[in-house]
């Protein structure tokens, strides 16, 4: 069993930046993929990156792709979520996930085992 538990949204200036961050719970975090996704309101839950249990594959919805950074410290038992150049859109209820296949790069929420509960960023125009 995996417990997550998100930090780090808030309310930021289009333009600005945020650093969400994803502690884990467990022995065997080094193992799973971690995504992180996202949910607009009155929108379905939408895939943002991921990367995989060793840090070394990273992926990204186009939307974010050159904006966005994911990275993990399994020593910490943390990932992270790097947000730069936002905009209005990215206000959004962002969650991390884990999926117990560590080497899969996965953009379907079902492949996901593990889910925190959220943390909101809004970015203002």
């Known amino acids: 069993q995996v417990q997550l538990v998100e930090s780090g949204g808030g309310l930021v200036q289009a333009g600005g930046s945020l650093r969400l961050s994803c502690a884990a719970s467990?022995?065997?975090?080094?193992?799973?993929?971690m995504g992180w996704f996202r949910q607009a309101p009155g929108k379905e839950r939408e895939f943002v990156a991921a990367?995989?249990?060793?840090?070394?594959?990273?992926t990204y919805a186009d939307s974010v792709k050159g904006r966005f950074t994911i990275s993990r410290d399994n020593a910490k038992k943390s990932v992270y979520l790097q947000m730069n150049s936002l905009n209005p859109e990215d206000t959004a209820v962002y969650y991390c996930?884990?999926?117990?296949?560590?080497?899969?790069?996965?953009?379907?929420?079902?492949?996901?085992?593990?889910w925190g509960q959220g943390t909101h960023v809004t970015v203002s125009s």
């Open positions: 996930a884990a999926d117990r296949d560590g080497l899969a790069l996965p953009r379907s929420r079902v492949q996901y085992d593990y």
């Open positions: 990367i995989t249990g060793a840090g070394t594959r990273t």
């Open positions: 467990g022995r065997t975090f080094s193992t799973y993929t």
